[in-house]
């Protein structure tokens, strides 16, 4: 049984990562085919409330969860996956591992910190695990045995969070795994009317709970769910149609992310007209698209999220074991992201005692540095629609365009191309200095490096002229 089930994990781990490549093409609308359970609404979602969640751009995920305690290694050894699914890779009984509720005590853990770092790092919101595929809640629920009401802790550490976050003025998202190895009701697939009736059941308890998150945390912003790639959601795709609306009627203006959804046929994420289900994609895990390839993700919101290791969420005590990214290839994931209309979320994985490795601490003080500085060219900003170039990145805000530069050229000149009808004005630093911009050729313009080289990514803001009717004096080559 146990071998089975992990064979099952791996499959659909193996299905996952293929599946934004094989996203099927939107149908001719002659051609669809009738959804009960497919796409609520066709593109972009424009209420203020979405338009909030894309221009925070930032944000920050919470992996913490029991499987801090042990920190990636088991009865004398240590497991190089992920510390979050130790339970799965040492293959833990169950009452075994929720016994670590018993050393759950984080002496260190300050909420007021949390939310102080976070602000200092720059990003608008955090998303926390409220429970994780190990079951263990971090709000005392009434309807699991298994939460910090039970431990030696014993307060709401996710009441505690929220408030302090809220503070702050970030908003909380709720990460929520519906796959749920502590419930005896949980079922990876359907295949007996004995299957369907306890999971049924199960069902009508992670209704329950979330039900509960949504009535105890009103100024929850968005629900980011996980584990819904089991075959026995993907049989049941009227109920994750049915958890959307629930909680859209609950809490007005949340946002819900893609990974919940599958419809009639159990298609996931994108309907099987090729509809994004939810509101905004949220495939994209640990990669980021192609930004010259893949601009189709620019035609509905999205998000992506990355470890800072190779692939830990939550705490693992030895993070020599995989490459770990410098804070500026974490930055220019965040730009990349921005650049193509997509938010980014950077993960950090909390010590069982409360407290932020040093490593994390470092990233996100560095990231904040930057950020406090440059802001500008992320929040608020979207994809820009113009070719990418050798030197990074185009983001926008309606007349601005930003060139955030990680390459500068020998030539000291930026080289942009702008699209027909755009004329560039001018060209500062975010510090208000001017910087040369000299017209090529036709949409073509050379943008001076500043005069002393900032040694780090840096920011030219373009001021653009719209002119469809201008002359042309450029002459187009006789070939
Ligand atoms: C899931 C979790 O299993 C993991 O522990 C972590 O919480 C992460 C954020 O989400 O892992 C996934 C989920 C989806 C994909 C890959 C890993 N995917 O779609 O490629």
């Known amino acids: 049984m146990k071998r089975t089930l992990q064979i099952t994990v791996l499959i659909s781990l193996l299905t996952m990562s293929s599946f934004a490549q094989k996203r099927s093409q939107v149908l001719p609308a002659d ?35 029991l499987y801090a305690i042990p920190g990636g290694e088991w009865k004398g050894k240590v497991y190089d996956g ?30 007021k910190a949390w939310a102080k770092m976070a602000r200092k790092m720059g990003v608008k919101y955090v998303k926390i695990t409220t429970k994780h595929h190990e079951g263990f809640c971090l709000w005392p629920s009434k309807y699991s045995k298994y939460t910090v009401a039970q431990t030696p802790y014993k307060k709401d550490i996710l009441g505690e969070l929220v408030k302090a976050y809220n503070e702050e003025g970030i908003d909380v998202h709720f990460y929520f795994s519906v796959m749920d190895w502590s419930h005896p009701d949980y079922r990876s697939d359907i295949k007996s009317k ?38 026995s959601i993907k049989k049941n795709g009227w109920w994750t149609a049915h958890v959307e609306r629930m909680l ?36 994209y895990e640990r990669r980021l698209p192609d930004p010259v390839k893949d601009l189709k993700v620019t035609r509905w919101d999205w998000e992506a999220c990355m470890t800072i290791p ?39 994985g909390p010590q069982a005692d409360g407290d932020f490795r040093p490593e994390e601490k470092e990233l996100a003080e560095s990231i904040g540095k930057w950020m406090k500085e440059n802001g500008e060219c992320v929040y608020g900003c979207d994809y820009a629609g113009w070719d990418k170039q ?7 805000q309606g007349e601005n365009v930003y060139m955030v530069v990680f390459n500068s050229p020998y030539s000291k000149h930026l080289v942009v191309k702008t699209p027909k009808g755009i004329q560039i004005v001018k060209g500062t630093l975010l510090n208000g200095k001017e910087v040369a911009v000299k017209e090529t050729s036709r949409n073509e313009y ?24 201008a002359t042309d004096k450029y002459r187009d080559a006789l070939t």
């Open 31 to 65: 051609q669809e085919i009738f959804l009960k359970y497919g796409a609520d609404r066709l593109g972009k979602r424009h209420d203020a409330a979405m338009q909030r969640f894309r221009d925070n751009r930032l944000g920050a995920f919470i992996h913490w969860g």
């Open 82 to 111: 992920a510390a979050e699914w130790l339970k799965s890779w040492a293959q833990v009984p169950t009452d075994e591992w929720l016994k670590l509720m018993d050393q759950w005590n984080p002496k260190r853990f300050n909420p």
């Open 194 to 231: 004995e299957d369907e009736a306890t999971f049924a059941r199960f069902l009508e308890f992670t209704d329950n709970q979330l039900k509960e998150l949504a009535t105890r945390y009103p100024t929850v912003k968005d629900f980011w769910f996980d584990g819904t790639w089991d075959a």
């Open 248 to 283: 859209k009627e609950m809490l007005p203006g949340v946002t819900i992310n893609s990974r919940l959804r599958a419809d009639d046929y159990g298609k996931r994420h994108f309907d099987s007209n090729g509809h994004l289900m939810g509101d905004y994609e949220s495939g």
């Open 310 to 348: 190779e692939n830990q969420w939550g705490y693992h005590k030895d993070w020599s074991l995989s490459y770990v990214k410098t804070p500026l290839e974490v930055l220019e994931r965040i730009i990349h992201a921005v650049s193509m209309g997509g938010n980014m979320v950077v993960n950090f």
């Open 390 to 396: 050798p030197w990074g990145y185009y983001t926008r």
């Open 446 to 469: 050379n943008v001076n490096m500043p005069a002393k080289d900032p040694g780090a990514p840096f920011v030219i803001k373009l001021q653009i002229e719209e002119n469809t009717n």
